[in-house]
């Protein structure tokens, strides 16, 4: 399987907001570049990880990251991603399809601290429909520095100690 270095563009403000805070994560869609950086951060920093994926490829090639802090979903519908029933510090949303993304964000609203979205660049919003959820936070950051764009969005923390 081919994967591109641009995949991992949202790596440099995930492991910022990663070392700012310290429960639990939540990963929307595993990849080549978030699965086995967020497996080694948490295992590091003793913090639970939770996983979920669709595809069955993806699920099938990280399936051996699950350990005791790592828990791993394959889900048919997202509709049955169980994840607004608990407190997230760090929301990774990044799966497909990609018009999907919106509605598990709207899940995170309430119950997550960070809620970092990848491919959040302008152009790409007839696809994504982000901007249907960012009324929903108080506090935007956009990281363009790296492309493609990737957005954190809060409603309990203030997100100006974040670059570009």
Known sequence: MKYYPHWGSFQPILIDIMRKTSGDVL???MGSFSTPLLHLLCL???RNLVSYESDRVYFDM???FVKPHH???LVKDWNDANISNRAWSVALVDHKPMERRKEEIKKLVNNTQYVIIHDSQPKEDRFYKYSE????FKYRFDYNKIFPQTTVLS???DLSWLRN
């Open 62 to 64: 990280h399936n051996h």
């Open 44 to 46: 590091d920093m003793d």
């Open 133 to 136: 959820i960012y009324p929903l």
């Open 155 to 157: 409603n309990f923390e």
């Open 27 to 29: 990963e929307l869609g």
């Open 71 to 73: 828990t791993i979903h």
